[in-house]
């Protein structure tokens, strides 16, 4: 991952060279000036040195004291930028000559005539030669570039330094300090202001941020209010109970707990009657009683889980404690409502469930209790019900993961069609088969239906399922009535999802058609706990199946809830008697006559009746005594794969043998 620099060294990789270059360009420019000013000097010292030097050496040079000559040779000499001297007569014979050793290059000569002068005569005797050398001029200018190298580079350094130790508490740290809070906010934590003593626009911008801060801390709380808290009550919210229930599973591991769930029966009503405002104002008003009821006796704030939903929580509960709690909201909220000047009168219906006598867990304590609402409303409204597992049902964890069985059987060819036959009253022949779906699980071998199919209901599977058992079995149907059999009738169990769902009208007319088969020879089987919806869409779907031609029958009879209203209006064909009344079948037992009379009450209605469970030759010999139409067993046959089926069906007169 690429690492930006800091602010730091950008400003040395900038600051550095340009003051490098900057040195260098002074240098340069004192040089050249030191050049001009040193080359002026020179040649003014120069000339003055030579009409010294001529001057002196005249008087020695008449009286041809050689002594003297070089004395003053010497002195001239000495003299730094003198390289040698030489001394001519007139002739320009070289008399005397003396140099230093300095090296030829970058030297200069320059002569003057020596004259002796008197006050009698005045005559030249010979010149005088000095070569100049350029040597400390040359030295210098180079001390001189170091030293403007140096005091430039002092000066740059010292710069860097303070604007470094600037930039480090005035620019670095703030701005440091900003990520560090901003890392804090993303890290879930609150925010903490900068410094802000800056000067100038960084100390602006500072105060600016902590502005800015102060106020996103305050919506990120206001937020995080708003995401645990009802907008439409005081109440916690589904995922504000959620975090205070899970808060309360750390604080006290162990410790049991009740839940309460209430739903407020025909709300849908009031929202109908009075519009949607005046709704919100009821379950404003139901919440406040809620909070009202509750303080100092439930453990966590009572909450809101959406709609007309409510819970409570109670610490230390058993069944009992439950009871008399539910019992206490039923009186506290049992006085009316004032709605568009009308009183009103509200009831709930109320689950219940325990830790860790129904639940392990969090999630599986409130799934519970959802399901002894829903158990509770589906039983009867306004009641009270604590949660009571059923044999069949299996663990949350296991139904997630059957429920990912049944999508990779569901389209990785894991479905099975099995056929069980159903007979005529006489038993010399099958009519028909009932259609039933089986799957093998990779680990528990053949799943029973009563466990795989709540999970299909639930899940939503059970519309995918029924449509491809629906599918395979008007299949077989259409191959085996190529083969002789036209009459054969064949029966499929309808959920009641998907009478909820809608579409198994439009499905069930297209799979017909696909196969070319009459729909006569159709007969579909719904449970007796569906008759009690009397909604419009279910009645208009009856209707709708019974106008396209197919048959209705009601399974499990005597079972549920029926009714011979239900049976008087309903367009339903034939009525299948549970298994139940079967089982202790004897011609002088309750439950003979009770099978008698439901198929004598049958007829009554002009139903044709289905006896199922047959399981020996008793059970059938009494069930065709007193009428019954068709017969249906383990006595005649187990479900059986499809291509057993049609071996049954080739026997003669179609024996089960």
Same mark, same amino acid.
């Given at each position: 991952?690429y690492?930006?620099?800091?602010?730091?060294?950008?400003?040395?990789?900038?600051v550095?060279?340009?003051?490098l270059?900057?040195?260098?360009?002074?240098g340069?420019?004192?040089?050249?000036?030191?050049?001009?000013?040193?080359?002026?000097?020179?040649?003014?010292?120069?000339?003055?040195?030579?009409?010294?030097?001529?001057?002196l050496?005249?008087?020695?040079?008449?009286d041809?004291?050689?002594?003297?000559?070089?004395?003053?040779?010497?002195a001239?000499?000495?003299?730094?930028?003198?390289?040698?001297?030489?001394?001519?007569?007139?002739?320009?014979?070289?008399?005397?000559?003396?140099?230093?050793g300095?090296?030829?290059?970058?030297?200069?000569?320059?002569?003057?005539?020596?004259?002796?002068?008197?006050?009698?005569?005045?005559?030249?005797?010979?010149?005088?030669?000095?070569?100049?050398?350029?040597?400390?001029?040359?030295s210098?200018i180079?001390?001189?570039?170091?030293?403007?190298l140096?005091?430039?580079g002092?000066?740059?350094?010292?710069v860097?330094?303070?604007?470094?130790?600037f930039?480090?508490?005035?620019?670095i740290?703030?701005?440091?300090?900003?990520?560090?809070?901003?890392?804090?906010?993303?890290?879930?934590q609150?925010?903490?202001?900068?410094a802000?003593?800056a000067?100038?626009?960084?100390?602006?911008?500072?105060?600016?941020?902590?502005?800015?801060?102060?106020q996103?801390?305050?919506?990120?709380?206001?937020?995080?209010?708003?995401?645990?808290?009802?907008?439409?009550?005081?109440?916690?919210n589904?995922?504000?109970?959620?975090?205070?229930?899970?808060?309360?599973?750390?604080?006290?591991?162990?410790?049991?707990?009740?839940?309460?769930?209430?739903d407020?029966?025909?709300?849908?009503?009031?929202?109908?009657?009075?519009?949607?405002?005046?709704?919100?104002?009821?379950l404003?008003?139901?919440?406040?009683?809620?909070?009202?009821?509750?303080?100092?006796?439930?453990?966590?704030?009572?909450?809101?889980?959406?709609?007309?939903?409510?819970?409570l929580?109670?610490?230390?509960?058993?069944?009992?404690?439950?009871?008399?709690?539910?019992?206490?909201l039923?009186?506290?909220m049992?006085f009316?409502?004032?709605?568009?000047?009308?009183?009103?009168?509200i009831?709930?219906?109320?689950?219940?469930?325990?830790?860790? %006598?129904? =639940?392990?867990?969090?999630?599986? !304590?409130?799934?519970?209790?959802?399901? +002894? $609402? /829903?158990? *509770?409303?589906? #039983?009867?409204?306004?009641?009270?019900?604590?949660?009571?597992?059923?044999?069949?049902? %299996?663990? =949350?964890?296991?139904?997630i993961? !059957?429920?990912?069985?049944?999508?990779? +059987? $569901? /389209?990785? *060819?894991?479905? #099975?069609?099995?056929?069980?036959?159903?007979?005529?009253?006489?038993?010399?022949?099958?009519i028909? =088969?009932?259609?039933?779906?089986?799957?093998?699980?990779?680990?528990r071998?053949? $799943?029973?239906?009563?466990?795989?199919?709540?999970?299909?209901?639930?899940s939503?599977?059970?519309?995918?399922?029924?449509?491809?058992?629906?599918?395979?079995?008007?299949?077989?149907?259409?191959?085996?009535?190529t083969?002789?059999?036209?009459?054969?009738?064949?029966?499929?169990?309808?959920?009641?999802?998907?009478?909820?769902?809608?579409?198994?009208?439009?499905?069930?007319?297209?799979?017909?058609?696909?196969?070319?088969?009459?729909?006569?020879?159709?007969?579909?089987?719904?449970?007796?706990?569906?008759?009690?919806?009397?909604?419009?869409?279910?009645?208009?779907?009856?209707?709708?199946?019974?106008?396209?031609?197919?048959?209705?029958?009601?399974?499990?009879?005597?079972?549920?809830?029926?009714?011979?209203?239900?049976?008087?209006?309903?367009?339903f064909?034939?009525?299948?008697?549970?298994?139940c009344?079967?089982?202790?079948?004897?011609?002088?037992s309750?439950?003979?006559?009770l099978?008698?009379?439901?198929?004598?009450?049958?007829?009554?209605?002009?139903?044709?009746?289905?006896?199922?469970g047959?399981?020996?030759?008793?059970?059938a010999?009494y069930?065709?005594?007193?009428?019954?139409d068709?017969?249906?067993?383990?006595?005649?046959?187990?479900?059986?794969?499809?291509?057993r089926?049609?071996?049954?069906?080739?026997?003669?007169?179609?024996?089960l043998?």
């Amino acid at each position: 991952m690429y690492r930006h620099p800091s602010l730091n060294r950008l400003f040395l990789l900038r600051v550095i060279p340009l003051g490098l270059v900057i040195s260098l360009l002074l240098g340069l420019i004192n040089a050249w000036h030191l050049q001009h000013r040193f080359e002026e000097e020179l040649a003014r010292k120069q000339v003055e040195l030579l009409r010294i030097g001529a001057t002196l050496l005249a008087a020695p040079l008449w009286d041809s004291d050689q002594h003297s000559l070089t004395e003053l040779t010497d002195a001239l000499l000495a003299d730094p930028d003198v390289a040698s001297v030489s001394i001519r007569d007139n002739a320009g014979s070289l008399m005397l000559a003396r140099h230093d050793g300095h090296r030829p290059n970058g030297l200069q000569a320059r002569s003057e005539p020596i004259v002796f002068e008197n006050a009698q005569l005045q005559r030249v005797l010979g010149s005088v030669e000095l070569v100049f050398t350029r040597q400390r001029l040359a030295s210098q200018i180079l001390w001189s570039i170091l030293y403007t190298l140096l005091a430039v580079g002092l000066m740059v350094l010292t710069v860097s330094w303070w604007t470094l130790r600037f930039n480090r508490h005035h620019v670095i740290a703030p701005l440091n300090a900003i990520l560090d809070t901003l890392r804090a906010l993303r890290a879930g934590q609150g925010f903490s202001p900068v410094a802000s003593d800056a000067p100038g626009e960084v100390g602006q911008a500072l105060r600016a941020f902590n502005m800015l801060g102060a106020q996103l801390d305050q919506a990120h709380d206001q937020i995080e209010q708003q995401a645990r808290r009802d907008s439409l009550s005081p109440l916690l919210n589904r995922a504000g109970f959620q975090e205070a229930l899970a808060s309360w599973f750390d604080a006290c591991p162990g410790r049991s707990l009740g839940i309460l769930h209430l739903d407020i029966n025909h709300f849908r009503w009031i929202n109908e009657s009075f519009g949607q405002e005046a709704g919100n104002h009821v379950l404003q008003d139901v919440a406040q009683r809620l909070m009202s009821l509750s303080e100092g006796r439930a453990t966590l704030p009572p909450a809101r889980l959406g709609g007309d939903e409510f819970v409570l929580a109670f610490a230390d509960a058993d069944a009992s404690l439950l009871e008399r709690e539910v019992r206490r909201l039923q009186q506290g909220m049992h006085f009316p409502l004032t709605v568009s000047g009308q009183e009103l009168f509200i009831s709930f219906s109320i689950g219940g469930a325990l830790f860790p %006598l129904h =639940a392990k867990t969090l999630e599986s !304590l409130l799934k519970c209790v959802e399901l +002894a $609402l /829903h158990q *509770g409303k589906e #039983r009867s409204r306004g009641d009270y019900r604590l949660y009571q597992p059923t044999p069949s049902r %299996l663990p =949350a964890r296991e139904m997630i993961a !059957l429920e990912r069985d049944l999508h990779h +059987a $569901l /389209h990785h *060819g894991g479905l #099975r069609l099995v056929l069980q036959p159903i007979v005529s009253h006489d038993e010399e022949r099958i009519i028909g =088969a009932e259609a039933l779906l089986r799957i093998e699980h990779p680990e528990r071998g053949e $799943l029973s239906p009563q466990i795989f199919v709540p999970v299909a209901e639930e899940s939503g599977l059970i519309i995918p399922l029924s449509q491809w058992v629906l599918e395979q079995g008007l299949a077989w149907l259409a191959d085996v009535s190529t083969q002789g059999y036209p009459d054969l009738t064949l029966s499929f169990n309808v959920s009641v999802r998907e009478f909820h769902d809608g579409g198994l009208v439009e499905r069930l007319t297209s799979t017909l058609a696909r196969h070319e088969l009459m729909a006569e020879r159709i007969i579909l089987e719904v449970t007796e706990n569906l008759m009690l919806e009397s909604s419009p869409a279910i009645l208009e779907q009856f209707h709708a199946i019974r106008a396209l031609g197919c048959r209705l029958a009601i399974d499990d009879f005597g079972t549920g809830f029926s009714s011979l209203s239900y049976l008087q209006h309903l367009p339903f064909d034939i009525i299948k008697i549970d298994r139940c009344f079967v089982q202790e079948l004897s011609d002088a037992s309750h439950q003979a006559q009770l099978v008698k009379a439901m198929i004598e009450m049958g007829h009554a209605l002009g139903l044709k009746v289905t006896v199922e469970g047959i399981e020996n030759a008793q059970h059938a010999a009494y069930c065709r005594k007193v009428g019954a139409d068709h017969l249906q067993g383990y006595h005649y046959a187990r479900p059986l794969p499809a291509e057993r089926f049609l071996a049954c069906l080739l026997r003669p007169e179609h024996s089960l043998e």
